[in-house]
Structures are given as structure tokens and as C-alpha cells.
């Protein structure tokens, strides 16, 4: 359990880092009391509405019948009952979280600017016209052979490919935003009130991936309450602390995304029936981030000494 919210705990944080820059972008330019409120109501907001409410949400609606509370509090339940449908969506709800996040990956090896961590990645970055053509394949092959199994499991991947697409949308929304407010001058014409109220909806946008994410570790919705709580709080430290500290590890955001993929498949093989260790979401989320964040150090060290020597 403590290994599974830690890997919650870290997975969240490092998969925020895009989050935590336009944050800390729009607070450089807010009055105190407003960051203050930001780090305090803000982070509640961030952890019961949406950290909180959001996995809650996502198995209710897989398990109905449970209604709200129910969805919150069943995998803790020994109703027999309860737990059999949960364990019943769980191939469901793994394969839409499989496919999302699988699709997370694909658009930005594709299409997304990178610093270039790995040999092929630059290549895949030139082959963008791919992308489409690349992730209906995917989701037709992992169609064909869920059909097989069960229809619900294949549905489970369509809905997470249009989740997918709606996310995105929004997410290129707020960053299309965010860089209108850059070419205005910055949000200097924002009130305080209104900077807050993008900042919880930029949040609650960038979250999902973090959430959709959590399933590959656990599906008990007060532990995933925890591990994301506790990676939201050190995001908003990392927003006022050290953000321009972290933004020299440039590889970092290579690291979230391999780790995503690696959920990705997790949840994917889970959904098909493989028996996969509880420990090898977390072990695996901290083995990747880890070699990125060395192979970070490491071009920071270098490129610091090529400077001492110029």
C-alpha cells in the first residue's frame, strides 16, 4: 500500500510538470494574496474536486448501481456483491485508461516539441502526418482482439480513444490561451479573481492524465485520494519554490511520457487477463523517471563545465 501511493504520489507530480510552468507563469504576476489563497483553497479544490471526485466519477459511471458514495468507498467494501462488479468493470476501466494513455504517448512522440532524449525520437518527430494513422491502427488491432473477449472491454478502448481527443482539445485550448496572454504583455489585464479561476480550470484539464494514470496502480479510489493529493501538494510547491530549478532537467517530461507509456501497457495487458504484480506500476514509474532524470543531471553537468571552459 505505502509503495503504491508513493508511486501515485510521484507519478502525479511528474506528470504535472507542463501544469506547474503555466502556473507558475500567471502567479509571477499575482498579488500575494492571491498566491496564498492559490496554495491553500486551490489545492483543496485540486485534490477533493478533482483528484477526489474524478476516479469516484469515472467508477460510478462503470458501476452505476453503486451510486456515488458507493463507487467512492467500494474497493474497501467486503460485500461479496460489491466486489464482484468492481472487479467486473476493471477490464473495462483499464482498457479505456490503457488506450488514453498509450494515445497520450503517440501525440507527443509525434507531435509535440521535445528536447530529444532517446535515438528514434527525433525521426518520429519528422514522421508527424503519422500520428492518425498510427493510433486508429493501434485501436483497431486492440478492437479486434478485445471483441473476441468481451464487447464491453472493446467499448472500454473506444471510450478512452474519444476521451482522448476531448482532453486534448482542451488541453490545446488552455495552452493556446495561455499563449495569447504571453504575446498581450502576460495577464497584467486579468484581475486576480479571473487568473485564479483559468488557474483551477487549467488545473482540473491537466489532471486527467494524472488520474486516468493512477488505475495502472490501484483501483481503490481513496488510496489513488492520497497518492494524487499528496502529488498535487508538491507540484504547488514545486510552483513557488524551485519551478525554474526543475525547468533545467530537461528530460524530465521525456521520462513522464515513457512512464505513461509503460502504464499504458500495464493496464492494457491487465484488461486482457495477465496477471501483472502490484508493484511493477510503481517500481517501473520510478526506474524511468529515475534514468531520466540522471541522463538531466548529466546534460545539465555537462553543459555547466562547456561553460566554465568557454
Known amino acids: 500500500m505505502t509503495l503504491t501511493v508513493l508511486g501515485l504520489a510521484f507519478f502525479e507530480g511528474i506528470t504535472s510538470l507542463d501544469n506547474a510552468i503555466i502556473n507558475a507563469e500567471i502567479l509571477s504576476k499575482m498579488s ?13 479544490i ?48 483499464l482498457m479505456g485508461g490503457g488506450v488514453f494513455l498509450v494515445f497520450l504517448f503517440f501525440h507527443w512522440l509525434f507531435m509535440e516539441e521535445k528536447q530529444f532524449g532517446l535515438p ?28 473476441n473477449m ?18 486534448h482539445g482542451f488541453k490545446q485550448n488552455a495552452e493556446q490561451k495561455e499563449m495569447e496572454l504571453r504575446e498581450q504583455g502576460g495577464s497584467e ?34 488510496l489513488i485520494l492520497i497518492g494524487n493529493g499528496i502529488g498535487a501538494f508538491l507540484v504547488r510547491e514545486l510552483t513557488i519554490r ?10 524530465l517530461k521525456n521520462g513522464a511520457m515513457y512512464s505513461i507509456l509503460v502504464l499504458g ?13 502490484s508493484w511493477l506500476s510503481p517500481i517501473s514509474t520510478f526506474m524511468v523517471v529515475g534514468f531520466f532524470y540522471w541522463k538531466s543531471y548529466a546534460h545539465l553537468k555537462n553543459n555547466g563545465d562547456s561553460k566554465k571552459k568557454g
Do not use: H
Not at 121 to 144: D, G, H
Not at 204 to 216: K, L, R
Open 32 to 44: 500575494e494574496r492571491a498566491r496564498k489563497w492559490f496554495l491553500l483553497w486551490g489545492l483543496i
Open 46 to 93: 485540486a485534490v477533493f474536486l478533482v483528484r477526489g471526485a474524478l476516479p469516484g466519477l469515472i467508477l460510478f459511471v462503470a458501476n452505476p448501481a453503486l451510486g456515488p458514495i458507493g463507487a467512492f468507498t467500494a474497493t474497501l467494501s467486503s460485500d461479496p456483491s460489491v466486489v464482484a462488479a468492481v472487479e467486473a468493470s476493471g477490464p473495462i476501466l
Open 120 to 147: 528514434g525520437e527525433r525521426f518520429f518527430k519528422s514522421q508527424s502526418v503519422w500520428f492518425f494513422a498510427v493510433v486508429s491502427i493501434f485501436l483497431a488491432v486492440i478492437t479486434w482482439y478485445a471483441i
Open 150 to 167: 468481451d464487447p464491453m472491454v472493446a467499448f472500454g478502448g473506444v471510450v478512452g480513444s474519444t476521451a482522448f481527443f476531448i482532453v
Open 189 to 222: 489585464g486579468l484581475s486576480d479573481v479571473s487568473k485564479l479561476l483559468y488557474l483551477e480550470v487549467i488545473d482540473a484539464t491537466f489532471s486527467i492524465d494524472g488520474v486516468v494514470g493512477a488505475f495502472a496502480f490501484t483501483l481503490a479510489v481513496p
Open 242 to 251: 524551485n519551478i525554474e530549478n526543475i525547468k533545467k532537467y530537461v528530460f
Open 265 to 277: 501497457a500495464i493496464m492494457i495487458l491487465d484488461s486482457f487477463g495477465y496477471d501483472i504484480p
